[in-house]
């Protein structure tokens, strides 16, 4: 049938595919009610029409006559009235290029695409649900952010004058970039769902797609954009990279090659840019109007992983993708939840690293109780010394998941990346940011760089109070109306405060910190002061007896000090975040950077605060305070893209500095989540286990650990500038992670090794055995190491993954006076009942010890073997206070239920 007299001529252009173009789409061309005036093969000559090799080269031969150009992809099959819709819509619209509307060719009742939305970084996303069946929802011409380049029709003049399409791209991205480019000379963009073309699945190498997407962005934004989308751009490749195995594929090796594509092309790309951005009509706002918000990649993988969730849901749960788009902050929040997921990764498959002050959990939980409620501490010769509240919050947890350290180790890991990030988000919200900004915000502050550099500490213990701090923060902030409600709320904080205590004592400080600075900058508000005061004085109630038992070093030490030495680059990306928000942000966001830049400043003194001599437990807490103004900073900055469109040039270079600075700390996380630790360092050695090889029970004797600092298990002791400790042979757990203050034994074994180096004794074996010490292990280069060649009591053995030596004498902790070897049992120990027999144990003295009658030997202990025990019975006082500190905590969430319930 020929068109109407009047009808503007139309000239078709064939996209070929591979070798030929599909006989089935020639036909459906040569069909069309609307008769276009000629029909051309692009990229391949199949003999029975005109062939060119590119379509720019097609738009040099068309005659100035022809007003339209259809493009029309080898393997689509257009109705018989797509052309004929397209050109009538097109020319009421007074569009420049308009799209059809693509149905499955397999089943023609399902969707494919209605136009494209695109987010920033050029992604496409189509917003429809797999099995989204057309019922003409989407019948109406509306302009959209690009046409899908399967069936196109642009006008001749304005590709001509645009200078036709990217010779480099593959299909979509270059239509993608011709309808920017259009867009940005003035000209709409819709889709015409009346013209409908049925298409079947587009082939085609995943990079080249990305490649063309990464171009097309760097030709069309402007600085503005580019300096901070290019950063998020490959930071959502990177996230994707790191989570695409878990979901079934792999997407790695495309990220790079598309990125090392654009980088050899990186030349060409700016002369396109000029052309691209040369008499634009509009700027980036304009592109903006028909983009979705976030990351089409961020949001597509949190449909993935929303999908498998909801196959495993009842049906009633299930949501369509279009929920997703109406509600991304539920996506976002579904990868961050997974980022973090990958970032713990090691936790869920039991190969956390055993390093520094991140050991194992007891074998028993009732032991570490025992020994925290008035018993034996047992690290290194042990002592009567109060145990660490973490201990005792450690044990109860993994009472509470069947005594199973590994299992209990692992949750508490995970849970509190789960939580800190679920509660970063939740103040950052009540603070005034976003949903979809806080999400990110929580995970800077559980896989940020402040986050990292507290896991290179490997305080395990402030990680998990950290997790906490943000819920009691909430908690303290804000205040109900009722008198009920007021005082469930101080129940409730005093409880989360008192859990972020009992993992590390000096954060019940930071809630009345964030209280005290929040009335600073958001307005004075004596409620917050009140309400921290009183939560912090409650949450001591959790911490006995270790609040009554130490002194003010016991607060403020915590083992060697960190350093902490931010790099340059994070430094200037938080400060750009901040004071970004600062000067751009509104009456929401100002308040939130201020909050930002008081706790960064605080926190950071205090992280460094061993220069100034602060104890180490107050420079880790200064390590979570800052953390906490990084992410509500971060979180702001993300926020600060709502503030580019300032009309005040200040105004709007300050929100891009936020969002530029936010970004690159955003983008830091990858040195967290790919390695997959937590932010936890290489395991360096500090697992020391030589049960294999020991010939009696390994809980009968001791390992010397030698090395630098950190690489040894938990806290350790110097002499002459060399790092020692003493660990059991059955290996290192939290219980002897901390090292009390030195005692008689302690001094002992001082002046054993001062005859090691002074060179006194070559028998140093022996005199070792005496402490309990069977073996000798280096984990790292030691100046005790060349001292110990020499001596003639100590077997060397190979074949083991670091130096160790045998101890030639007989070692044991506890030994009968007829040499027989007792074994530990629990914090004390047994073996074989002998009234006349006496134990020697080779721990410091302690008169409690039984059965009496005691007596000290030197710096150590001996009982009586009479019953084939020796125990140190628990300190009543303590156990007292410990089962108090207990009650009260199960008390406290009591009371917060029944006065939120009264309140209301």
């Known amino acids: 049938m020929s068109s109407p007299p009047d009808a503007p001529p139309v000239a ?48 040099e031969e068309l005659d100035p006559s022809v007003t339209y150009v259809w493009v029309v992809a080898s393997g689509a099959v257009p109705r018989p009235d797509a052309l004929a819709a397209l050109v009538d819509e097109t020319d009421r619209a007074g569009a420049g290029v308009a799209g059809s509307k693509l149905l499955d060719a397999r089943n023609p009742d399902r969707l494919v695409s209605v136009g494209v939305a695109t987010d920033v970084f050029d992604v496409p996303y189509l917003g429809l649900d797999a099995d989204d069946v057309d019922q003409g929802q989407y019948d109406v011409v509306r302009d959209i952010a690009a046409c899908d380049g399967r069936s196109l029709l642009v006008r001749r003049d304005l590709a001509h004058g645009l200078g036709g399409v990217d010779r480099t791209m593959a299909l979509q991205p270059a239509a993608i970039d011709l309808c920017q480019r259009a867009r940005l000379r003035g000209a709409r963009v819709v889709v015409v769902p009346s013209s409908e073309v049925l298409v079947a699945d587009e082939p085609g190498p995943q990079w080249r797609q990305e490649a063309g997407r990464i171009r097309a962005m760097a030709k069309v934004y402007g600085l503005v954009t580019l300096a901070w989308a290019i950063p998020m751009r490959l930071l959502s490749g990177l996230l994707e990279a790191v989570v695409a195995p878990f979901l079934g594929r792999w997407t790695l090796f495309d990220f790079l090659r598309a990125w090392g594509w654009n980088l050899i092309r990186a030349a060409g790309t700016a002369r396109a840019r000029g052309a691209a951005r040369a008499n634009r009509s509009f700027d980036d706002a304009e592109l903006f109007r028909y983009q979705i918000r976030g990351s089409a990649t961020l949001l597509e993988m949190g449909r993935d992983v929303a999908g498998r969730l909801r196959s495993r849901l009842p049906e009633e749960f299930s949501v369509g993708r279009r929920e997703d788009v109406r509600r991304p902050w539920l996506t976002i929040g579904a990868v961050v939840a997974l980022m973090i997921l990958i970032a713990v990764r090691a936790a869920w498959t039991s190969s956390l690293p055993d390093v520094g002050h991140s050991l194992p959990l007891p074998a028993v939980s009732g032991d570490a109780l025992a020994a925290y409620a008035g018993g034996w501490n047992p690290a290194g010769l042990g002592s009567p010394d109060q145990l660490h509240p973490s201990i005792a919050l450690f044990a109860l947890v993994q009472r509470v998941l069947f005594d199973d350290p590994v299992l209990a180790r692992g949750v508490l890991v995970i849970g509190a990346a789960l939580l800190g990030a679920w509660g970063m988000a939740r103040l950052s919200r009540v603070l005034g940011v976003e949903s979809a900004a806080a999400a990110l915000g929580g995970l800077v502050y559980v896989a940020g760089p402040v986050a990292r550099a507290l896991g290179e500490t490997t305080q395990v213990s402030v990680m998990v109070g950290a997790a906490v701090v943000p819920w009691a923060i909430l908690a303290v902030i804000t205040l109900p109306t009722t008198w009920w409600g007021r005082v469930g709320r101080v129940a409730w904080a005093g409880w989360l405060t008192g ?55 016991g607060w403020v030490d915590a083992g060697a000090v960190p350093f902490w030495e931010p790099s340059l680059v994070i430094v200037v990306a938080v400060a750009l975040a901040v004071v970004g928000v600062l000067v751009a942000g509104d009456s929401q966001t100002v308040p939130i950077a201020g909050w930002s830049a008081v706790f960064i400043a605080v926190g950071a003194v205090l992280a460094r605060g061993a220069e100034l001599g602060v104890g180490s437990a107050v420079v880790l807490a200064g390590l979570v305070i800052a953390n906490l103004g990084v992410a509500a900073g971060i979180s702001a900055g993300l926020q600060a893209a709502a503030d580019l469109e300032r009309e005040v040039p200040l105004r709007r270079g300050a929100a891009l500095a936020a969002m530029v600075g936010a970004s690159v700390v955003l983008v830091s996380t990858v040195f967290v989540i790919a390695p997959g630790r937590g932010g936890l360092p290489d395991d360096r050695g500090a697992a020391i286990d030589l049960a294999a090889v020991s010939e009696v029970d390994p809980t009968a004797t001791r390992v010397l650990v030698l090395g630098e600092a950190g690489g040894i298990p938990g806290d350790e002791r110097s002499f002459d500038g060399a790092h020692y400790r003493v660990v059991p042979t059955s290996g290192a757990t939290v219980l002897d992670a901390r090292l009390a203050a030195p005692r008689a034994g302690d001094d002992a074994l001082d002046a054993v090794l001062a005859t090691l180096v002074e060179g006194k004794s070559r028998r140093i074996g022996a005199d070792l055995a005496e402490f309990g010490i069977a073996w000798i292990v280096a984990v790292d280069d030691t100046p005790f190491l060349p001292l110990l060649d020499g001596q003639l009591d100590l077997i060397p053995l190979r074949g083991l993954p670091r130096p160790t030596f045998q101890v030639e004498a007989q070692a044991l902790v506890a030994r009968s006076t007829d040499g027989r070897a007792w074994f530990a049992d629990g914090s004390g120990f047994g073996g074989l009942a002998d009234p006349d027999s006496r134990v020697r144990l080779a721990v410091n003295a302690d008169p409690r010890w039984e059965p009496g009658p005691w007596r000290q030997v030197g710096w150590a202990n001996e009982v009586s073997a009479v019953d084939g025990t020796a125990t140190f019975p628990p300190i009543q006082a303590r156990r007292t206070m410990a089962w108090f500190s207990f009650g009260w905590l199960l008390v406290l969430p009591v009371v917060a239920y029944v006065g939120r319930r009264w309140s209301s």
Do not use: C
Not at 17 to 44: C, F, L, M, N, W
Not at 505 to 520: H, T
């Open 499 to 553: 859990i972020a205590g009992a993992a590390h004592p000096v954060l019940i400080a930071v809630p009345l910190l964030a209280a005290v600075a929040w009335s600073v900058v958001g307005g004075w508000r004596w409620h917050r002061l009140v309400m921290g005061t009183v939560a912090s004085v409650v949450a001591l109630g959790g911490l006995m007896p270790w609040v009554l038992r130490v002194g003010l070093d």
């Open 12 to 59: 078709v252009a064939l996209l070929a595919r591979g070798s030929t173009v599909s006989p089935e789409t020639i036909d459906a061309v040569r069909a069309q009610v609307y008769e276009p005036v000629s029909i051309h093969v692009v990229g391949k000559d199949v003999g029975a029409l005109p062939a060119v090799d590119h379509f720019n080269d097609l738009l």
